[in-house]
């Protein structure tokens, strides 16, 4: 079946301004993740959803950074007031359960979206 | 918090030949789990392995196995035969309970001809 794929590729915007990326995960997949990447680094996590709710929140950086699922396939990670320190490359990766710590659920991630704040 | 390190920022590797990438973690946690994930160009995150802390036997995926020390709290990838298509960055990564990955900075790794 196909992969998880995120909307757009490249998104380049300028700063102050609000930016929306897409996730969709693969099809029956309950549980779907955020991380960002900047360069050079290893992705960073941001949020996890189990569902349409939030179960981990703890990586946003701030309150300029919000994402939702609400009908617990698509999510859309929500960018205001954009900063030149918010480039990166965004990746969303979803998983068939959540698991715990006694699963080896395994993230599937998507090819990224790179955004680009001028 | 958990922490991953990948000390070698670029390794190369004639093809053909064998190459080992090193990570090491820091938990307090005893069950988790650890992998390897290979990124292209393509920006593509893919699944190279996994390991159970609760399993010894080492983790093997044809051309890929690991080196898993549980008390020196090391997880190093060997590739056998390396291969041009190999030529990707390479992360690992820890999970415990609460499912989010916690990577390494990652390690370039150039096969050459």
């Known amino acids: 079946g196909a992969g998880v794929s995120q909307t757009p590729s490249n998104k380049v915007t300028e700063k102050g301004k609000y930016v929306e990326l897409r996730c969709d995960p693969i099809?029956?997949?309950?549980?779907l993740y955020w991380y960002r990447q900047s360069l050079g680094q290893g992705p960073e996590f941001l949020i996890y959803?189990?569902?349409?709710?939030?179960?981990?929140d703890s990586g946003l950086p701030n309150d300029r950074f919000f994402a939702v699922r609400p009908e617990g396939s698509v999510s859309t990670l929500k960018i205001q007031r954009t900063e030149r320190g918010d480039s990166a490359v965004y990746l969303c990766?979803?998983?068939?359960?959540?698991?715990?710590?006694?699963?080896?659920?395994?993230?599937?991630f998507g090819p990224g979206t790179r955004l680009t704040v001028l | 918090a958990q922490t991953v390190t990948q000390s070698q920022p670029e390794m190369s590797v004639q093809e053909a030949e064998t190459v080992t990438l090193s990570c090491t973690y820091d938990?307090?946690?005893?069950?988790?789990?650890l992998f390897w994930y290979k990124q292209p160009p393509s920006r593509q995150m893919i699944l190279v392995i996994r390991?159970?802390?609760?399993?010894?036997q080492n983790a093997t995926e044809n051309r890929f196995s690991v080196n898993f020390q549980k008390a020196a709290k090391s997880f190093s990838l060997k590739i056998s035969d390396s291969q041009l298509g190999d030529t990707a960055m390479y992360f690992c990564?820890?999970?415990?309970?609460?499912?989010?990955?916690?990577f390494g900075a990652g390690t370039i790794l150039r096969v050459k001809s």
């Open positions: 990766a979803s998983s068939q359960t959540s698991g715990g710590a006694s699963s080896t659920d395994t993230q599937y």
């Open positions: 099809s029956g997949h309950t549980a």
């Open positions: 959803f189990q569902g349409t709710g939030a179960a981990d």
């Open positions: 938990t307090s946690e005893n069950n988790y789990y």
């Open positions: 390991q159970e802390a609760y399993k010894q």
């Open positions: 990564a820890f999970r415990s309970y609460g499912n989010k990955l916690v």
